[in-house]
């Protein structure tokens, strides 16, 4: 949540890798990806998690698991893959509202 609001800034991950790689292995796995596309993924990312704890808190684990199990294939196509799926959804959207705008 204090990622998606503050942006960059605020990197738990970063603060674990800068502390823990070695400088060779600066630009190993590195992928730049503009800022917008990921404070979107971000943004997707809060709304699942809020959305699965606002149904497990009423409902229970066997309905909130459904709404995670998107999430939790997303982060590990993020972190497996190198794979923003957020970002290509938003690359989407955009090209979409561009075209729509052509109209």
Not at 19 to 29: H, L, Q, V
Not at 45 to 55: H, K, Q, R
Not at 72 to 101: D, Q
């Amino acid at each position: 949540m204090a990622r998606v609001a503050a942006g960059p800034k605020i990197s738990a991950a970063r603060t674990v890798r800068g502390a823990y790689r070695r400088p060779r292995d600066s630009t190993r796995f590195q992928k730049s990806v503009r800022r917008p596309p990921k404070r979107f993924a971000q943004a997707i990312g809060l709304a699942f998690t809020g959305a699965a704890t606002i149904v497990w808190l009423s409902a229970g684990w066997g309905d909130a698991r459904w709404i995670l199990i998107p999430l939790i294939l997303a982060a590990s196509l993020e972190g497996f893959l190198g794979y923003c799926l957020g970002c290509t959804v938003f690359g989407w959207l955009m090209r979409r509202a561009r075209h729509s705008e052509k109209i």
